[in-house]
C-alpha cells in the first residue's frame, strides 16, 4: 500500500519561513515525480511545486517562484518544500501528491497518490 505522509505545516507570521516534508511508504521516489498542491478555503486547488527524480529538474507556480525551493532525498525517501518570504494568501492546506516515472504538466493535479495534507496559516 503506497502512502504519501506531509508534516511541517503550522501558524507562522509573515515573513517567515517553513519546510513541509513528504514522506512515502510503499514507493520509491527516486523514480517518480512529486508534486505540492495547495487548497485555500473557497478555491480551487493549485499545483505549485513539482520534481521530477529522472534529471533532478524542478517546476514552480508563480505565486510562489522565487520563494519556494522543493528537493528531494532520495535516502530518505522524502521530498521537502521550503517555504520562504510567506504571505497571508499562502495560507491553505498543502498536499504532496506522487507518480512513478516523469510526467508532462507536472503542475495538473493528475497523480494517483495523494498525501492526507499539512495545514499552514500565515498571520499578517
Known amino acids: 500500500e503506497v502512502q504519501l505522509v506531509e508534516s511541517g505545516g503550522g501558524l507562522v507570521q509573515a515573513g517567515g519561513s517553513l519546510r513541509l516534508s513528504c514522506a512515502a511508504s510503499?514507493?520509491?521516489?527516486?523514480?517518480?515525480?512529486v508534486a505540492w498542491f495547495r487548497r485555500a478555503p473557497g478555491k480551487e486547488r493549485e499545483g505549485i511545486s513539482c520534481i521530477s527524480s529522472s534529471d533532478a529538474s524542478t517546476v514552480y507556480g508563480d505565486s510562489v517562484k522565487g520563494r519556494f525551493t522543493i528537493s528531494n532525498d532520495n535516502a530518505k525517501n522524502t521530498v521537502y518544500l521550503q517555504m520562504n518570504s510567506l504571505k497571508p494568501e499562502d495560507t491553505a492546506v498543502y498536499y504532496c501528491?506522487?507518480?512513478?516515472?516523469?510526467?508532462?504538466?507536472?503542475?495538473?493535479?493528475?497523480?494517483?497518490?495523494w498525501g492526507q495534507g499539512t495545514q499552514v496559516t500565515v498571520s499578517s
Open positions: 510503499g514507493f520509491r521516489f527516486d523514480d517518480a515525480t
Open positions: 501528491a506522487a507518480v512513478r516515472g516523469p510526467v508532462v504538466a507536472c503542475l495538473h493535479p493528475l497523480y494517483p497518490y
